[in-house]
């Protein structure tokens, strides 16, 4: 992946998020094929700030269902970036 666009798909909004903010951690729905380096890459090429840590995980898949049709909704890769001392990133200012 080259583009750093297509590692880092959108952030991810709740109030767990904007509770970690406020220690430098950042989360992002990430591409499920991105590895911890690549993610790291393309945060610092977006958003000009250093990163110290990536962590990730992957959400599962939950069984919903719509009137009789079960169904699952869709599994993804979340990544909570941690960012150095004393940085932000403007999209999440408060």
Request: glycine residues 4%; charged residues 30%.
């Amino acid at each position: 992946m080259n583009d750093p666009r297509d590692v880092i798909i959108r952030p991810v909004i709740s109030e767990h998020t904007y509770d970690v903010m406020d220690k430098g951690v950042y989360t992002f729905e990430v591409a499920k094929t991105a590895n911890k380096i690549e993610i790291a890459q393309a945060v610092e090429a977006i958003f000009n700030v250093k990163v110290v840590k990536v962590n990730t995980l992957t959400v599962k898949a939950k069984p919903k269902r719509v009137r009789y049709q079960p169904g699952y909704t869709k599994s993804w890769k979340k990544a909570m970036v941690t960012l150095a001392e004393g940085q932000t990133i403007e999209l999440f200012s408060k």
